[in-house]
C-alpha cells in the first residue's frame, strides 16, 4: 500500500512542476476522504519547508454551479499560501499551471481566532473585513477530472487568489450580483446567495473544517467562501475583469 506520505509527494510535485498525473482513486479506489486530508497536510508541510507560509483556508464546492461542474456533491477545503496570493491588477502567469480557471468568490479576513461550532453572528464577530476575490483553480488530474478523494488530497485545486478592496465587515454580503467579464464579454452571471445560502455560512463551515483538523483560523487569516458560479477555463490574453455589487472590482490578465 502506498504511504500517504509517498500520496503527499506526488500531489506536492505535481503542483511544483504543473504536471497533470492521474487520479489517485485509480490506483487506490479505497483511499478515504480523511486519508485525503492527511494527504492535504502532509502536502502542505513540504511547501512550508520550502518557505512558503499559511496565510488562510480556502472553502470549495460550497455553490451548486461549482459542484455540478466537477460532478463532486461535498464541501472540501484546502489551505491557502503566501505564494498563491497574486496582485490585484496584476498579470497570471499560465505557464505556472495545468489547466487555470478562475472563479469569483467573496474573501473574509480574521481579527480573532475562530474554530468549531460558531455561530454566524460569532463569525461575523471575528471578522476583520471583507473583501470581493477571485481564485484560480488547478486540478493537478489529468481532464480536471477527480474524485472527493482525489479533489481532497490535491489542496482542494488551489492554486492562486485575487484580492479586491477590503470593505467593513458589516457589509451585507448575502446576495449581491456579479459579472465576470472576459475581454469585455460577460462569461458568468450570479450571486454571492449562490455560496451555500449565504457566504458567511461558508465562514462557519470553515471553522468547523479546521477545528476537525486540530487548527484554528488565526487573526490575520484569509478565508475563501467558494465560487459563486461555474469556473471559466483560462486563456492566454484574456483580460478578466469581476465586478461585485457593493463590494468592488477584481481583475487581472492571463500571459504565456
Ligand atoms: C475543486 C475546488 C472548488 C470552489 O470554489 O468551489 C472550489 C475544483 O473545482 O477543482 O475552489
Ligand atoms: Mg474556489
Do not use: C
Request: proline letters at 5%.
Amino acid at each position: 500500500m502506498t504511504s500517504l506520505a509517498e500520496l503527499a509527494r506526488i500531489v506536492d510535485e505535481a503542483a511544483r512542476t504543473a504536471a497533470a498525473i492521474p487520479q489517485l482513486t485509480e490506483t487506490l479506489p479505497e483511499l478515504s476522504v480523511e486519508d485525503a486530508y492527511a494527504v492535504q497536510a502532509l502536502s502542505m508541510q513540504r511547501r512550508y519547508a520550502r518557505g512558503d507560509r499559511r496565510v488562510g483556508v480556502k472553502m470549495g464546492l460550497t455553490s451548486r454551479a461549482k459542484m455540478q461542474q466537477v460532478g463532486v456533491s461535498e464541501v472540501v477545503w484546502g489551505r491557502l499560501t503566501e505564494s498563491m496570493r497574486l496582485p490585484e491588477g496584476g498579470d497570471l502567469s499560465k505557464k505556472r499551471f495545468v489547466h487555470p480557471r478562475v472563479e469569483p468568490e467573496v474573501a473574509f479576513i480574521m481579527k480573532k481566532p475562530l474554530a468549531g461550532d460558531v455561530s454566524a453572528a460569532e463569525a461575523i464577530a471575528a471578522v476583520e473585513a471583507i473583501a470581493p476575490a477571485v481564485e484560480i483553480i488547478d486540478s493537478r488530474y489529468r481532464d480536471f477530472k477527480f474524485a472527493l478523494p482525489d479533489v481532497v488530497a490535491d489542496n482542494s485545486s488551489s492554486s492562486a487568489f485575487f484580492l479586491g478592496e477590503w470593505n467593513s465587515p458589516l457589509t451585507d454580503v448575502s446576495n449581491l450580483g456579479l459579472t465576470m467579464e472576459v475581454n469585455g464579454r460577460p462569461v458568468q452571471i450570479g450571486s454571492t446567495a449562490a455560496i451555500l445560502g449565504h457566504p458567511l455560512r461558508s465562514l462557519t463551515a470553515a471553522a468547523r473544517a479546521v477545528a476537525r483538523a486540530g487548527e484554528r483560523l488565526e487573526p490575520g487569516d484569509i478565508v475563501l467562501a467558494g465560487g459563486a458560479t461555474a469556473a471559466h477555463p483560462l486563456s492566454v490574453g484574456e483580460y478578466v475583469r469581476t465586478t461585485f455589487q457593493t463590494l468592488g472590482v477584481v481583475a487581472f490578465t492571463v500571459i504565456e
